[in-house]
């Protein structure tokens, strides 16, 4: 029976060391995070970060908008925001309205207060293992196998999914921690003889119980990055939890595995980005 990775406790440990760091600083970090449209699930992610920020010891701008906030508005507020000295951070919540452009967002928001690593300045900077800041998920994943001395080098890994906020940056830093890295996604042929030889499975592509036990080698890593709702509504990811359990050496639950993972690296990022601005 696998060793199920506490995502949760970890958290909690990452978030304890940022705030000891934060106290130290001669002025508060901050982080200005802006809402566009009513979105339940966004609203929650945020009320989230504004709750991680309070315990981090970091002080909150929270910028809810309407949902009619047009394009030019969006991006005077992130002008403003990348020239407001006590704003260390800027954090604008995806998805946005439909009729507003997203890259443009992202484009628009200075590299050193990107504490998302969405800015192509950041994402470059990390390719070439130069990094300011990481993604949020892929760095709080590294985290957990460090945590629990999961060794990458030399292992096969497998990332399903291809996404910019995820399954490539994923890649890109098990690649960078020596694992020898295959990523899957929708056009892959005979997916499941690809996961079977992974050491280390990290799924992150948004199907419910889309990997399944047959998928699985023994003995293997299993980290499920994906929140999805199942039939009952209830909160679960890509990984049909009770079958692969079993064949796994190590597997994040879902809720309190990932989650709360990528939460805490956002405050780790938020006080390197105060540290960089005060010459620290």
């Given at each position: ?18 705030a ?18 009513e ?10 970060k ?5 315990e981090c010891g970091?002080?909150?701008?929270p ?6 906030t ?11 925001l ?19 452009d ?6 628009a928001?200075?590299?050193?207060k ?10 470059g ?6 990094p ?23 292992k096969?890994?497998?990332v399903?999914?291809?996404?910019n906020i ?7 830093l ?7 890295v ?11 003889s ?6 280390i ?6 199907k ?37 359990e ?35």
């Amino acid at each position: 029976m696998a060793i199920r990775i506490d995502g949760k406790a970890l958290a909690a440990k990452v978030k304890a060391r940022t705030a000891a760091e934060a106290a130290k600083l001669p002025r508060q970090a901050g982080l200005a995070v802006i809402l566009v449209g009513e979105n339940p699930a966004s609203k929650v992610y945020v009320a989230g970060k504004e709750k991680d920020c309070a315990e981090c010891g970091i002080r909150s701008f929270p910028h809810k908008l309407p949902a009619e906030t047009t394009q030019e508005e969006l991006l005077a507020l992130i002008e403003k925001l990348n020239n407001d000295p006590d704003v260390d951070g800027i954090l604008c919540q995806l998805p946005l309205p439909e009729h507003l452009d997203e890259e443009a967002v992202i484009h628009a928001i200075r590299p050193d207060k990107d504490v998302d690593c969405f800015h192509p300045f950041n994402v470059g900077r990390m390719v070439i293992g130069r990094p300011v800041f990481l993604p949020c998920t892929p760095a709080g994943v590294m985290e957990m196998l460090r945590e629990y001395d999961i060794p990458v080098r030399g292992k096969r890994c497998v990332v399903l999914g291809r996404s910019n906020i995820v399954g490539k940056p994923m890649g890109m830093l098990l690649t960078q921690a020596d694992g020898t890295v295959t990523i899957c996604h929708s056009r892959t042929e005979d997916l499941a003889s690809i996961t079977r030889q992974a050491d280390i499975l990290v799924s992150a592509i948004g199907k419910t119980r889309f990997v399944t036990a047959d998928m699985v080698k023994e003995g293997a890593v299993v980290i499920d990055v994906a929140m999805n709702r199942d039939e009952n509504g209830k909160l679960c990811g890509d990984v049909d939890f009770a079958a692969v359990e079993p064949r796994a050496s190590y597997i994040t639950p879902v809720p309190g595995g990932v989650g709360p993972m990528t939460r805490a690296m956002l405050m780790e990022n938020i006080l390197t980005a105060a540290k960089n601005h005060l010459g620290l």
